[in-house]
Every structure is written in C-alpha cells, then in structure tokens.
C-alpha cells in the first residue's frame, strides 16, 4: 500500500497577464485532473504516481521485454484513456515522462543508441484523435530521455502495409489474424536496437506484428515500452 498523500501538485505560480488569462481560460474550460477529475490541475500527484507503479516483468511469446508503467486499471488508465479518447491533448507529457522513466529499466547497450520505433496508427485513428498518439509519444519520451543525457531518438520507420479491422471486439487469436503482416518497414533501419513504443499493450498481438516486422527487416529489436500494460 503506497502511503503517501494524493495532494495536488502546485501549478507554476503565474503573475500579472498571464495569470489572469489563466483564470479566464479556467473559467472557459476548468482545468481537471486526467486521472481523477480533481478539479484545478493538469494531472495530480496521486495519478502521475499511478503511472510509476511497473507491472510485474511481462515478455511476448517470443521472450521480448515488455516495459511497461503500470497496469492498465485504476488511475493509470483512466490517464491514458482521458489522452487518447478523451482528447486531453495537454497530459500527453504526463506519459511521456512516465515512458521516459520506463526506459531506464531498459539497459543501456554500450556505445549504441535507441531508437524508439512508434506501433503506426490506421489513418482512421489519426483522424478521430487529432494526429498520432503513438508517435508523438515516442517523439516526447526520446527528447525526454535525451535531457537526461541517454542518446534515444524516435524512429517512424513502421508503417501500416494494409487495411486492418477495427481490433475491437476481437480475441488473441482473431488480433493477431487480423494484424498478421499489417506492419512494414519504411526507409532505413537504425544502425541500434530498437524499442517497439505502444500506448497500451492487451493482447500483445499489435507489438509482436511490430517486432516481427522490424527483425523481419534485419532490426534488433530490445523489447515493447508501453504506458500500460493489460
Ligand atoms: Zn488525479
């Protein structure tokens, strides 16, 4: 049991103009937790934390890592879920620095970069959130990683090679006839490993079709860093 107290972070202190376009924004569209919906800040200490709880370590079938921050219950998801369905555009560095922290479990390979390799996203998707999540993500958690002093960089070299199905409302198996060879790779491979980044991982199908894509093409592939793991 985590004892520490849920109290709201602070919003940076801001003054004159700023602070009062602030509030008139504030009071336009209230700011919320994209946890908890507590009211007056972007994401609360108690729901960033819930992002920093790992899973017990996970692999896919064929023993790649997954790296993961936490489960996919509890604030955790409601997090990701207020990014990605509910358009809270402004919490996606709430994952990102979640992701970036994941990373570090990942060891370093010596005298090689990552490069973080975005699951591509059905144009469908694209559309109905704004852009891709997925990439945005691996573009913030590579800057992230790199202010940290890691040399990590984000690589779109994934893209969807056919029409997939809607994967809602499919099994294990239906998943992954379904995304069977949906994936390839697009221009050079990095010279490094690569990590598969996803938003959430569920049935494993959408990473493993990603990691056999990239070794198919001559990749190393490190393993599967996800926000949530199902
Ligand atoms: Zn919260």
């Known amino acids: 049991m985590d004892p520490a107290p849920t109290t709201p972070t602070t919003p940076t202190a801001l003054t004159g103009p ?30 960033a934390r819930s992002l920093r ?6 692999a896919l079938a064929d023993g790649t890592p997954v790296l993961a921050c936490a489960a996919h219950a509890g604030a955790a998801r409601q997090v ?15 994952l990102a ?19 973080l390799v975005p699951v591509p996203t059905r144009a469908a ?21 790199r202010a940290r002093g890691r040399d990590v960089r984000a690589a779109r070299v994934l893209r969807v090679a056919r029409r997939v199905a809607d994967q809602t409302g499919l099994d294990a198996a239906g998943r992954r006839a379904n995304l069977a060879g949906a994936f390839a790779v697009r221009g050079p491979l990095p010279p490094g490993p690569c990590v598969v ?7 494993t199908a959408t990473a493993a079709e990603a990691v056999r894509a990239l070794r198919a093409a001559g990749a190393r592939v490190a393993g599967v860093l996800c926000v949530t793991l199902a």
């Open 97 to 115: 620095a979640a992701l970036a922290r994941a990373l570090e479990r990942l060891p370093a390979p010596a005298g090689r970069g990552v490069d």
């Open 125 to 145: 998707s694209r559309r109905a959130r704004g852009g891709d999540l997925v990439a945005d993500l691996a573009a913030r958690t590579a800057a992230l990683a």
């Open 197 to 203: 980044v996803d938003d959430v991982v569920t049935t």
């Open 53 to 58: 709880r790992p899973p017990p370590p996970a």
């Open 80 to 94: 990701l879920l207020s990014v990605k369905e509910r358009g809270r555009a402004d919490a996606r560095p709430v």
């Open 18 to 47: 700023a602070r009062a376009l602030r509030a008139a924004c504030d009071l336009v569209w209230p700011l919320e937790c994209a946890g908890c919906a507590r009211a007056g800040l972007l994401c609360c200490r108690g729901c």
